[in-house]
């Protein structure tokens, strides 16, 4: 596991930016594996920026994100569908069905899960998975555990998540209890996972992932058993390693 420490914010977000589009520049028809919340936003707009100041051509690429809410729309804005539309998909030349998120209304839940899964496994896994992590350690949507679950599964929302979450809704009792989500076998797929972090809040997740033992009391841990992650992260959420 590699580690980039970075100034601030706007550093991180360049130098994930770089390299997700030098992978687009070298690898035309790559598949990104996206993620949601406030943390990749600058990266995205660093994306945008190279997409309409240098061309950056993301026609051929394709892209699989990791959960949605269930229950909300593509229309929500709380959706995580309508968070990659505002903040990337609408601003570059990604084909629609080039992309994909998780269907948060379906009504048959295994049956989505299981196509989601098989999706990524038809795609040769993603050349790259950006990943967050929680306060509490959970990656995508996975909460601690007492296993970590592989496949793309349904998940009541620790109240530490719907806690941090708050903030995007008008009232915590408006924030999905679940939430559809990639689990650690096609997450694992990735040929590179970038894991982003910024705030001090982050910094004890961040320590006990890196220097913990593997537990899915702290689901991401086992990033340590994947052979190639980079964590670039603000100083302040590496303030414990």
């Known amino acids: ?77 709380q959706s995580y569908r309508c968070f990659m539309q505002r903040n990337l998909f609408d601003h570059i030349n990604i084909p629609p069905e080039n992309t994909h998120v998780p269907d948060g209304l379906t009504r048959d839940v295994a049956r989505t899960c299981a196509e989601y899964d098989n999706l990524v496994a038809s795609l040769g896994g993603t050349d790259i998975q950006l990943v967050g992590i929680g306060d509490n350690g959970h990656i995508a949507f996975n909460e ?62 961040i320590a006990r992932m890196i220097k913990g033992p593997i537990d899915p009391q702290l689901p991401a841990s086992i990033l340590q058993l994947h052979p190639n992650v980079v964590v670039i992260a603000v100083k302040e959420a590496l303030a414990l390693v």
Do not use: W
């Not at 809704?169 to 040929?191: C, L």
């Open 1 to 77: 596991m590699h580690v980039i420490s970075c100034l601030d914010y706007a550093e991180m977000s360049r130098k994930t930016a770089r390299i997700i589009a030098a992978l687009v520049q070298l690898k035309p028809h790559c598949v990104l594996g996206l993620a949601t919340g406030s943390t990749p936003v600058g990266t995205y707009k660093e994306l945008i920026r190279y997409h309409l100041e240098e061309d950056l051509d993301f026609s051929n690429v394709t892209t699989v994100n990791l959960d949605e809410y269930y229950g909300l729309g593509p229309e929500h804005e």
């Open 144 to 205: 601690p555990n007492t296993v970590f679950v592989a496949n793309t599964h349904l998940v009541d929302l620790d109240e530490d998540t719907i806690k941090a979450n708050a903030r995007f809704f008008a009232s915590e009792g408006d924030v999905p209890r679940q939430a559809i989500t990639m689990g650690m076998r096609s997450i694992f797929s990735a040929k590179l996972i970038l894991l982003l972090a910024s705030g001090p809040n982050k910094a004890s997740a």
